[in-house]
């Protein structure tokens, strides 16, 4: 079921009438530089996966140890300041 020789010197044959002989050695230098920068970021990203595991795993000790400290407030009844109302004055030039 998987390719055999003649199916891969057929699809050869094809990618070289499709591109021409002078566009392929860019076209795989620029697929080789394209699967370089794409190994290097999977390894930068596996990189930093391992360092932020190391760094969850230091604090995660620190968090368990430490107990916060929690002081309960005592509640304080609402202050109402009362309204009082003047009447207005007929000589008042507001």
Partial sequence: MGLGPL???LILLAILLLFGY???PDAS?????????????MKGMKDDDVQTRAEAETVRPML?????????VPAQAPTVTP???????????R
């Fill in 83 to 93: 309204v009082v109302k003047t009447p207005l004055r007929s000589d008042d030039p």
């Fill in 7 to 9: 199916e891969i010197g």
């Fill in 29 to 41: 230098r620029s697929l080789g530089r394209s699967l370089r920068i794409f190994k290097g970021e």
């Fill in 64 to 72: 368990a140890t430490e107990q916060p400290v929690v002081t309960p």
């Fill in 22 to 24: 002078k566009k392929l």
